[in-house]
């Protein structure tokens, strides 16, 4: 009785350790190395937004610096948006800052499209009732090839910067911009302009929101 004992606990103890190398082989076969880069600090007050683009080789991301007193309206007002390109070992190479000749403008985004990188601003224009969307455009080696360019006029400028929305294609082919003008009880539209890849404008639209009849 007591070698029969003795044999189901060592057999046990097979099953276990079999098991566990199974377990640790299955590990071992999806488990894969990670290349850490160099290490970068970042300046005081400065963040990572996100990454860019990645084209294989290189790697561009986005950072920002907000300053002390960054709140007035409900929206930020001051952002100092830079890109920064880094090799396939995470060593940055160059750094550019997207510049705008404007200091009243809103920064609103960053992205790829068409083998370019955009910055987006708006300002609105109290003379002509209309919220003007800008770029600051760079090349593929940061290069500024163009500031201040006027890419869109939204009607209306009752809505705030915090209304604005934009979205790349998937295949970073198209760009598209959304802006609701209206708050409180006053009636909105909703307005959208899709860009090419030269942020061409392509549709422009507008939808009124149906106020209900009493």
């Not at 566990?20 to 590990?27: K, L």
């Not at 300002?123 to 003007?132: E, F, I, L, N, P």
């Not at 915090?162 to 006053?186: E, H, M, Q």
């Not at 909703?190 to 392509?202: A, W």
């Amino acid at each position: 009785m007591k070698l029969k004992i003795q044999f189901i606990a060592l057999f046990t103890i097979i099953i276990w350790i079999s098991l566990f190398q199974q377990a640790f082989s299955q590990t071992n076969k999806y488990k894969k190395n990670i290349v850490w880069g160099e290490e970068n600090k970042l300046k005081l007050g400065e963040t990572t937004e996100k990454i860019l683009y990645d084209d294989g080789q290189y790697i561009y991301v986005l950072s920002h610096k907000i300053p002390s007193v960054i709140l007035m309206n409900d929206h930020i007002v001051s952002v100092k948006p830079t890109i920064t390109k880094y090799d396939s070992k995470m060593k940055p190479i160059i750094s550019t800052q997207i510049a705008t000749g404007n200091e009243s403008a809103n920064y609103h985004d960053s992205y790829f499209l068409g083998g370019k990188f955009y910055g987006l601003t708006s300002v609105v224009d109290k003379s002509s009732g209309t919220r003007k969307f800008y770029t600051c455009n760079l090349n593929s080696e940061l290069k500024e090839v163009g500031r201040d360019i006027l890419v869109w006029e939204a009607h209306g400028n009752s809505g705030d910067s915090l209304n604005c929305r934009f979205s790349v294609s998937p295949d970073t082919s198209s760009y598209l911009i959304s802006y609701i003008n209206g708050k409180g009880k006053n009636p909105c539209e909703l307005q959208f302009c899709s860009f090419d890849q030269e942020m061409k404008s392509k549709t422009n639209k507008t939808e009124k929101e149906k106020i209900p009849k009493k």
